[in-house]
């Protein structure tokens, strides 16, 4: 018995050993792997997935990758081609092995413009700014239409478009006030109307420049936002060419301005 107990200690110090080991490290094995699994969600829209400045896909998505602790979290609209398209930026911790399901709604972005620029836009009862202006807000909170109004031009009522962005846009009509016949103004020249033409077009390529320069400089910045999230090559182009076109039509605001201010002075 002693013989037997001497040759099966070795062995059996072994075993158990190995069993021991085993059981040990099972545990921190299974916890190492626990990752975390998280869901998101953006309703009827699909937007793109940054987790820690990497890609993660397009929601609806699930990832059960995520190690335990804090976490950066950024959604992109998905039509990266609009100069209208949003974020979302988040900072989240999860714990060891959590499940967790996030939902996020995109603000409505709504860009009205009027010609000529300068109008006030009044949403509901409130002032909201002057075009051009960029309305950013809950979908639930902006009315169907809105109003927009100039010194000197009727009160005109816009319809929002469908859908979390777009543009609204409007022609503004003057308000055209009667002379009394014995005003001098009855009398004047057929050389005094072509005058008054020639400041009306004047003045109207002035302000149709100067709206499409406000236009193409605001859809640079949104195009150079997104080359900054994404590093995509062509929206830096886009970004070049729509700085180049904005400064085009400052260009040719300024040279209507100076045509403008010509025929003012010399009638």
């Given at each position: 018995?002693?013989?037997?107990?001497?040759?099966?200690?070795?062995?059996?110090?072994?075993?158990?050993?190995?069993?021991?080991?085993?059981?040990?490290?099972?545990?921190?094995?299974?916890?190492?792997?626990?990752?975390?699994?998280?869901?998101?969600?953006?309703?009827?829209?699909?937007?793109?997935?940054?987790?820690?400045?990497?890609?993660?896909?397009?929601?609806?998505?699930?990832?059960?990758?995520?190690?335990?602790?804090?976490?950066?979290?950024?959604?992109?609209?998905?039509?990266?081609?609009?100069?209208?398209?949003?974020?979302?930026?988040?900072?989240?911790?999860?714990?060891?092995?959590?499940?967790?399901?996030?939902?996020?709604?995109?603000?409505?972005?709504?860009?009205?413009?009027?010609?000529?620029?300068?109008?006030?836009?009044?949403?509901?009862?409130?002032?909201?700014?002057?075009?051009?202006?960029?309305?950013?807000?809950?979908?639930?909170?902006?009315?169907?239409?809105?109003?927009?109004?100039?010194?000197?031009?009727?009160?005109?009522?816009?319809?929002?478009?469908?859908?979390?962005s777009g543009v609204a846009a409007a022609v503004l009509h003057k308000i055209w006030q009667s002379e009394p016949l014995e005003s001098p103004l009855m009398l004047e020249s057929g050389s005094s109307e072509r005058r008054g033409l020639r400041l009306y077009i004047a003045g109207g390529a002035t302000v149709a420049a100067g709206v499409a320069a406000a236009y193409f400089k605001i859809k640079a910045d949104g195009k150079n936002a997104l080359y900054q999230d994404t590093?995509?090559?062509?929206?830096?182009?886009?970004?070049?060419?729509?700085?180049?076109?904005?400064?085009?039509?400052?260009?040719?605001?300024?040279?209507?301005?100076?045509?403008?201010?010509?025929?003012?002075?010399?009638?």
């Open positions: 018995m002693n013989m037997l107990r001497k040759g099966c200690g070795i062995p059996a110090l072994m075993i158990c050993s190995l069993f021991t080991g085993l059981a040990r490290g099972g545990p921190r094995d299974s916890a190492a792997t626990a990752f975390c699994r998280l869901t998101l969600r953006t309703g009827n829209d699909t937007a793109w997935v940054f987790i820690d400045s990497l890609r993660a896909g397009r929601t609806p998505l699930t990832v059960d990758s995520l190690r335990e602790g804090r976490h950066t979290l950024r959604l992109v609209q998905s039509d990266l081609g609009s100069w209208l398209t949003g974020s979302i930026n988040d900072t989240l911790f999860l714990a060891q092995g959590e499940e967790r399901t996030l939902r996020y709604a995109f603000d409505r972005r709504v860009m009205v413009i009027t010609d000529p620029s300068g109008a006030l836009v009044t949403v509901g009862d409130s002032v909201a700014g002057t075009t051009p202006l960029v309305l950013v807000s809950r979908s639930t909170d902006l009315p169907p239409s809105i109003t927009v109004e100039r010194k000197g031009y009727e009160k005109t009522a816009i319809l929002l478009p469908a859908g979390n590093g995509d090559p062509a929206l830096q182009r886009d970004t070049h060419r729509l700085d180049i076109s904005a400064a085009l039509a400052l260009l040719a605001t300024q040279v209507a301005f100076a045509f403008f201010t010509y025929f003012l002075l010399s009638d």
